[in-house]
């Protein structure tokens, strides 16, 4: 893809007319970096005295808006003081796993513009990207660190991607992108939820995630912008086995940003049957983790992934349900699972 698509043998007109649309969305993309980008260190107020970690402030108790945890009765039935230590854990570790998912991004990005020609403006857009996404790092660690706990992020087991997400960019770049998607999803949705509902949260969260969503928006734009110019140039046999991979990559990148590693439970003596209960089991859980896809599975459909076999696994992984009217839409009462 560059900026200059050339006519050849093999191209039509309607090639053509699709890769100038696609590189002009691209450059526009490039533009709202150049023109609204942030720095952690002097976009956040980190030495404001409102901002101070004190391990007895209530405002790291769980958001419910955000968090399925905070809804569960077994939460809510805790002294303040224990969900403030609870809050306090739980906060840092979403940030670090937030950070590791980040780096794994950055890795792929980086695999994936070395391959690409000169005056392409993929290469252009994604270094602009992956220039955001060492900022978020900076940002979530040095959050992290002010907490002062030492959380470990992903578990051991999910912690393997590293070795396996950044070379599938340079190899599968579609699928390297829906995994992109299947973290920067549910993160946006958890944090314009809290955000919208207006809950009391801590300044370092709220200036954490300001910006998060601000920059976020783009980083998704262009993911939905890329599948949906490259899938439909795959083969049959490419996009079949794409169309059963979106949904399976989707279920693997949310539970490992929303399900907390055993530590977490073990640290706070959690009962086997809440953490089922939350993550797995309840109506509400599994509808607020399907209603995180709700905007890729429109986008799965527009782009030819939506088949009789992978709508079954969609369905059987109970991420199923309708799309959205436009991206970002809201959530609305009774939208997942529905039809
Ligand atoms: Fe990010
Ligand atoms: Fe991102």
């Not at 649309?21 to 976009?43: I, M, R």
Request: glycine letters at 6%; charged letters at 25%.
């Amino acid at each position: 893809m560059t900026s200059a698509p050339a006519k050849n043998a093999t191209t039509t007109d309607s090639d053509l007319e699709l890769a100038r649309a696609y590189a002009e969305k691209l450059l526009l993309l490039s533009q709202g970096s150049v023109d609204k980008h942030f720095d952690p260190f002097t976009d956040i107020d980190w030495d404001n005295p409102d901002y101070a970690v004190t391990a007895d402030d209530p405002r790291w108790i769980l958001p419910k808006s955000g968090d399925m945890f905070a809804r569960h009765a077994w939460y809510q039935g805790l002294s303040q003081a224990r969900k403030i230590e609870i809050g306090m854990w739980r906060q840092a570790n979403i940030a670090k796993v937030g950070l590791q998912f980040e780096t794994l991004l950055i890795g792929g990005m980086m695999q994936h513009t070395f391959k690409l020609p000169n005056g392409s403006r993929e290469f252009r857009y994604c270094t602009h990207e992956v220039i955001e996404e060492c900022n978020h790092t900076l940002m979530f660690q040095e959050m992290v660190n002010r907490i002062g706990i030492d959380v470990p992020g992903m578990g051991p087991i999910i912690r393997q991607l590293t070795y396996l997400v950044p070379p599938l960019a340079s190899v599968f770049p579609n699928l390297f992108f829906m995994a992109v998607l299947s973290g920067e999803e549910p993160i946006d949705h958890i944090q314009k939820g809290i955000l919208r509902a207006g809950e009391q949260i801590h300044p370092i969260m709220r200036g954490v995630m300001a910006i998060h969503i601000a920059e976020e928006a783009r980083h998704i734009s262009f993911a939905h912008e890329f599948l949906e110019h490259h899938v439909p140039q795959s083969n049959a046999v490419n996009k079949f086995v794409l169309s059963l991979a979106f949904p399976i990559v989707m279920w693997i990148g949310g539970r490992a940003i929303i399900v907390p590693p055993r530590a977490f439970f073990r640290e706070f003596d959690i009962p086997r049957e809440v953490r089922k209960d939350v993550f797995f089991g309840l109506p509400d859980s599994r509808e607020t983790f399907a209603g995180y896809y709700a905007d890729v599975r429109s986008l799965a459909k527009r782009i030819g992934l939506l088949n009789p076999v992978s709508k079954a696994v969609w369905k059987a992984l109970r991420i199923d349900g309708p799309g959205t009217r436009y991206r970002s839409e809201p959530d609305r009462p009774g939208q997942v699972r529905a039809a």
